[in-house]
C-alpha cells in the first residue's frame, strides 16, 4: 500500500533527523515486513528522500525479515554473560 510505504518513510525520516543513525535503520515486525516487502523499493526511497530535511543523507534501512530475530539476540545476549 502506498500510503503505508509513504508513512513508514516519514517515520524513518523523523528518526534520522532526531537520532542521526550512523549505521542506519533497521525495521522488524511483521507487519513492516508485509509492506515493505511487497512495495516498491524505489517507492519507499523516493517518499524518504522527500520527508527527510535537506541537510540530512538518506540513511540505510534494513528490513529484518527473521522470525526469530529477537530469539537470537536475546540468546547472544544470555550465552555472553
Do not use: E
Not at 517515520?11 to 515493505?36: D, E, I, K
Not at 527527510?52 to 522470525?67: A, C, E, F, G, R
Request: glycine share 6%; with cysteine.
Amino acid at each position: 500500500d502506498s500510503q503505508y510505504c509513504a508513512w513508514i518513510a516519514g517515520l524513518c525520516a523523523t528518526l534520522s533527523a532526531q537520532f542521526l543513525p550512523m549505521s542506519g535503520l533497521y525495521l522488524a515486525g511483521g507487519v513492516s515486513r508485509a509492506m515493505l516487502a511487497a512495495a516498491d523499493p524505489t517507492l519507499f526511497d523516493q517518499h524518504l528522500s522527500a520527508a527527510l530535511p535537506q541537510n540530512l543523507t538518506k540513511p540505510p534501512v534494513s528490513l529484518i525479515t527473521s522470525d526469530s530475530a529477537a530469539l537470537q539476540g536475546c540468546l547472544a545476549r544470555l550465552l555472553s554473560s
